[in-house]
């Protein structure tokens, strides 16, 4: 099992930028895959940006070129950088992850564990 904590989030300007971190305890995230969400209010939550054990990543068009994941392996902390924020990317920020996984996971049935979330809000 892992233990999600995440953290970076805040308040910023449009065009700025955040770097939201999740950080926890349990096994090695080197071996899950790891992907970060969103939620705004009254909406679905979406995916943001999904990392598999092999460091294949995926984003959503929404983010590209805009958005980064990474991952320390020996911090065990999931990184999203993310640069020139706009106002609709506000939103509570979510990581998850998932073992025994094959492939990238984009849909967040597909994840067994959630963090309790960052608020980023973008003005």
């Known amino acids: 099992d892992v233990q999600l904590v995440e953290s970076g989030g805040g308040s910023v300007q449009a065009g700025g930028s955040l770097r939201l971190s999740c950080g926890g305890s349990g096994s090695s995230y080197s071996t899950y895959c790891m992907g970060w969400f969103r939620q705004a209010p009254g909406k679905e939550r979406e995916g943001v940006a999904h990392l598999d054990t092999d460091g294949t990543v995926s984003y959503a068009d929404s983010v590209k070129g805009r958005f980064t994941i990474s991952q320390d392996n020996a911090k065990n902390t999931l990184y999203l950088q993310m640069s020139s924020l706009k106002p609709e990317d506000t939103a509570m920020y979510y990581c998850?992850?998932?073992?025994?996984?094959?492939?990238?996971?984009?849909?967040?049935?597909?994840?067994?564990?959630w963090g309790q979330g960052t608020q980023v809000t973008v003005s």
């Open positions: 998850a992850a998932v073992s025994l996984c094959f492939g990238v996971r984009t849909e967040d049935y597909e994840y067994d564990y």
